[in-house]
C-alpha cells in the first residue's frame, strides 16, 4: 500500500496505521536491523567494539545521549545517522507549525482542525530526512531562537492580545516534535539557556514569556562537546547531565589501517579525479602515522585534539603536489614522491593547536618534524633501527650506503625531475638497491623508489647523512665527507 495517497485522517485511521513515539521508533527500528544483521551506522569506521555498542544501547533504552570527544571524531555523523533508523515517512496535520500527530494533536491550531473537521482533517507526510534538525551552540543563541517567543506581528494579524498564547512563534525545538534535534558543542551554550532544556527533557513544559505552556513534545536529543569545554570554554550543567540519559565517549582511529579506510573513504572523489597519480602503500601509511605523531608531540595540545580532517585534507594537498608537479614537468602521469609531503604542510598547520613552546618552535616547523617523525617510525617498521654509534666489530647494515655518498659527495633529487630522471638518479645509489633486496624483497615495483626515498630520509634524521631544501627538492650529503675533504 502507497501510504502517500493517504490525505485524510478518516483514510489514516482505515489503514489501520498506528502512530508511536519518536524514541520507540528508533528503539523498533533498531531491533529490526539487529536481528537481520544489518550495519546499523555505515560508513563509521573504528567505533564497531566501541561506541556504537553504547549508542545502540543507548537507543534501545530511549535516552536522550550526549556524545562527548574531541573534535574530528565523527560525532556529528553519528548522529546524522541515526535518521536512518527512523520510518521512512509519519503523517502530520496539514499546515501544524510543529508536526503534529494527528492520533495525539498538541498544538492549538491541530486540536481545533481536528475537532471541527474530524475525519476529513487533511493530513501530509513527512520523510525521514525531514525529521532532523541541528543547532550549532554559540553564546549569542537566545529562548527565543530555541524555544520560541511572542510575535507582535502575528498578534497584530489575528488581533489576539499578548495574553493568547496563539501569538507565540514556536523556536528550533517545538518545530522539532517528533525529529531528532542536535545541538553541537552543548558547552558553549549560556547556563541560563541550558536552564531552558530542563523541562523539555523531562516533562515537556515550556515557558515562553510568561506563557506556562504544556507542550508535551517528542523529541529524540542528541548533544555533542568536547571534554575541553568542561573546564575551558564552558560546562554543562549539572542539573542537564542528570536529565541526559546517556553520555557515551567517542575517540580517534586506534591503528593506521583504521585511519586509512576513513581517509580513502572521505577522499574518494579527488583519488578518482586524479586517477593518473599513482600513491604507494607506504605513502598512505605515512601520511596517517602524522597524526598519530601529532596526538603525541610535546609542542601541540592534547586537550584541542587533532581532527580526523588533518588526514583528509593532507591526503587531498598530497595529491594536488604530486598533480601540479607532473603537469610542471609535461607528464599526464606521475608517481608520488615523498618529497610531495612538504606539500601538506599547510595541511597539518591550521588543524593543530600548539602549547606555549610549539608557539616559540613555529608552527611551520612543527609540522615539518612531524612529517620526518612519521617517515622515521614507518621506516622502523620495515629496516633495523639505525645506530647512532657502533662498535668497531658490529656489522652496520647502512656502511655502504654512507660511504656511497662518502664518495659522491652529495646527491640531490629536484622536483622538476621527469619520471625517467627521478628514477635514473635514485638508481644511482647501488646500495639502496641492496638494502630493498635484503630486507623488503616482496616490495612492488612501482612503490621501490618511493622506499628509496624513505630511507635517505631516515639516514638523514637519525644523523647518518645531512638534508638540505633546495626551494625546488632536497639535497643529501654526506654528514662528515664535506669536512674531511675541505669542500
Given at each position: 500500500?502507497?501510504?502517500e495517497?493517504?490525505?485524510?485522517f ?5 489503514s489501520?496505521?498506528?502512530?508511536i513515539?519518536i524514541?520507540?521508533?528508533l528503539?523498533?527500528?533498531?531491533l529490526?536491523?539487529?536481528?537481520k ?15 556504537i555498542?553504547e ?6 533504552s530511549?535516552?536522550n545521549?550526549?556524545?562527548l ?5 565523527a560525532k556529528t555523523?553519528?548522529a546524522?545517522?541515526?535518521?536512518q533508523l527512523?520510518?521512512e515517512?509519519i ?21 481545533n482542525?481536528?475537532?471541527?473537521k474530524?475525519?476529513?482533517?487533511p ?16 553564546p549569542?543563541v537566545t529562548?527565543?531562537?530555541i524555544i520560541?517567543?511572542v ?7 489575528l488581533k489576539?492580545?499578548?495574553a493568547?498564547d496563539?501569538v ?8 522539532s ?15 541560563r ?6 523541562n523539555?527533557l523531562q516533562e515537556g513544559?515550556i ?8 507542550l508535551?513534545?517528542?523529541i529524540?536529543?542528541?548533544f555533542t562537546?568536547?571534554?575541553e569545554d568542561?573546564t575551558n ?13 546517556s553520555q ?12 586509512r ?7 574518494a572523489?579527488?583519488?578518482n579525479a586524479?586517477?593518473n597519480?599513482?600513491?604507494?602503500e607506504?605513502?598512505k601509511?605515512i601520511l596517517?602515522?602524522i597524526?598519530?605523531?601529532a596526538?603525541k608531540?610535546d609542542?601541540i595540545d592534547?586537550?584541542s585534539g587533532v581532527s580526523a580532517?588533518?588526514s583528509?585534507?593532507a591526503f ?12 610542471h614537468?609535461?607528464e ?7 618529497g ?5 604542510i ?6 593543530v593547536e600548539l602549547?606555549?613552546e ?9 609540522a615539518q618534524?612531524l612529517?620526518v617523525d ?8 620495515k629496516?633495523?633501527k639505525?645506530e647512532k654509534?657502533?662498535k ?10 654512507v660511504?656511497?655518498f ?9 622536483d622538476?625531475?621527469?619520471e625517467?630522471v627521478?628514477?635514473s638518479?635514485?638508481?644511482r645509489i647501488?646500495?639502496l638497491?641492496?638494502?630493498?633486496e635484503?630486507y ?6 612501482k ?5 628509496k626515498?624513505?630511507i635517505l630520509?631516515?639516514?638523514?634524521e637519525?644523523?647518518?647523512l ?7 627538492g632536497?639535497?643529501?650529503?654526506d654528514l662528515y665527507?664535506s669536512?674531511?675533504s675541505?669542500?
Amino acid at each position: 500500500m502507497n501510504i502517500e495517497k493517504i490525505k485524510t485522517f478518516g483514510e489514516l485511521k482505515n489503514s489501520g496505521y498506528k502512530s508511536i513515539a519518536i524514541k520507540e521508533e528508533l528503539r523498533r527500528n533498531l531491533l529490526q536491523k539487529i536481528m537481520k544483521k544489518e550495519t546499523t551506522f555505515v560508513g563509521i569506521h573504528g567505533y564497531e567494539l566501541t561506541v556504537i555498542p553504547e549508542l545502540e544501547r543507548a537507543i534501545l533504552s530511549k535516552h536522550n545521549i550526549n556524545l562527548l570527544g574531541l573534535r574530528g571524531q565523527a560525532k556529528t555523523r553519528l548522529a546524522r545517522q541515526m535518521v536512518q533508523l527512523l520510518d521512512e515517512y509519519i503523517p502530520i496535520v496539514d499546515g501544524s507549525e510543529i508536526n503534529d500527530d494527528p492520533f495525539n494533536p498538541i498544538s492549538r491550531y491541530a486540536k481545533n482542525l481536528l475537532e471541527e473537521k474530524g475525519d476529513a482533517t487533511p493530513i501530509r507526510w513527512l520523510h525521514r530526512n525531514q525529521r532532523f534538525s541541528e543547532k550549532l551552540a554559540t553564546p549569542d543563541v537566545t529562548v527565543a531562537d530555541i524555544i520560541g517567543d511572542v510575535d507582535p506581528i502575528k498578534a497584530a494579524n489575528l488581533k489576539l492580545t499578548y495574553a493568547d498564547d496563539r501569538v507565540i512563534h514556536f523556536g528550533m525545538i517545538p518545530r522539532s516534535n517528533r525529529c531528532i534535534f542536535v545541538i553541537n558543542e552543548l558547552p558553549d551554550l549560556q547556563a541560563r539557556i541550558q536552564v531552558a532544556l530542563f523541562n523539555i527533557l523531562q516533562e515537556g513544559d515550556i515557558q515562553i514569556r510568561g506563557f506556562a505552556v504544556r507542550l508535551p513534545l517528542d523529541i529524540q536529543f542528541v548533544f555533542t562537546a568536547n571534554p575541553e569545554d568542561y573546564t575551558n570554554r564552558g560546562s554543562i550543567v549539572t542539573p542537564l547531565k542528570d536529565r541526559i540519559g546517556s553520555q557515551i565517549l567517542t575517540h580517534y582511529p586506534k591503528d593506521i589501517e583504521t585511519a586509512r579506510i576513513i581517509t580513502e573513504q572521505e577522499t574518494a572523489e579527488a583519488i578518482n579525479a586524479k586517477s593518473n597519480i599513482y600513491v604507494p602503500e607506504l605513502a598512505k601509511d605515512i601520511l596517517e602515522q602524522i597524526s598519530f605523531e601529532a596526538r603525541k608531540n610535546d609542542f601541540i595540545d592534547a586537550k584541542s585534539g587533532v581532527s580526523a580532517r588533518l588526514s583528509i585534507t593532507a591526503f587531498e594537498n598530497l595529491l594536488s603536489t604530486a598533480e601540479r608537479r607532473a603537469l610542471h614537468a609535461g607528464e599526464e602521469k606521475t608517481s608520488l614522491r615523498l618529497g610531495d609531503f612538504m606539500g601538506v604542510i599547510p595541511s597539518i598547520t591550521g588543524k593543530v593547536e600548539l602549547v606555549y613552546e610549539g608557539e616559540q618552535e613555529g608552527v611551520s616547523q612543527v609540522a615539518q618534524q612531524l612529517i620526518v617523525d612519521a617517515v622515521n617510525t614507518i621506516f622502523l617498521e620495515k629496516f633495523p633501527k639505525i645506530e647512532k654509534l657502533t662498535k668497531s666489530d658490529d656489522i652496520d647494515p647502512y656502511a655502504e650506503l654512507v660511504a656511497w655518498f662518502f664518495e659522491e659527495n652529495d646527491f640531490e633529487l629536484r622536483d622538476s625531475f621527469s619520471e625517467v630522471v627521478y628514477k635514473s638518479e635514485l638508481d644511482r645509489i647501488i646500495p639502496l638497491q641492496q638494502l630493498i633486496e635484503k630486507y623488503q624483497p616482496k616490495t612492488s615495483k612501482k612503490d621501490i623508489y618511493f622506499l628509496k626515498e624513505v630511507i635517505l630520509w631516515a639516514l638523514a634524521e637519525n644523523n647518518k647523512l645531512s638534508k638540505f631544501s633546495l626551494g625546488n627538492g632536497l639535497h643529501f650529503k654526506d654528514l662528515y665527507g664535506s669536512y674531511i675533504s675541505g669542500l
